[in-house]
C-alpha cells in the first residue's frame, strides 16, 4: 500500500496551490488513516496502513528538526550580530514551536514502532 491510495488525498496534482504545497510538506495528516473511525475491522486496517508507512513521520521529523536549527541560527544572528532583540525573539518563538512539533513526531513515530 502506498500513502496515497486512500480516500481523502489529492496526491500528485499538477496545479496544486502553494499553500496546500506548504501544508503538505509540514503536516502529515494528510498520509495517514483515522484508526479511531469505523469497525473493528475497519479500525484494525488503518492502523497496520499506518504503522506500514511510518516511516514518513522521520522525514517530517528532520524537517522539523532543521526548522528549530535554522530558526534558532537566524535568531542568535538577529540578536548578537544586528542586536535586533524583537526581531530574534519571534525566531526564537518559532524554534520553540517546533521543537514542540518535532517531539510530537517523535512520539508519534516510537508508539506506531513499538505500541
Known sequence: MHPGNHQGSERGLPGAPLRVLLYRYFFFDWLF????RGTLAERESALRFNRQIRH??????RRWTMLVACSCALGASLEKGL????AATVFYCLSSISLVTA??????????KYE
Request: charged share 15%; no cysteine; net charge neutral.
Open 83 to 86: 542586536s535586533l532583540d524583537y
Open 103 to 112: 517531539a510530537v513526531i517523535a512520539r508519534l513515530w516510537v508508539g506506531l
Open 33 to 36: 488513516r483515522d484508526a479511531s
Open 56 to 61: 514518513y513521520l522521520l522525514v517530517y521529523l
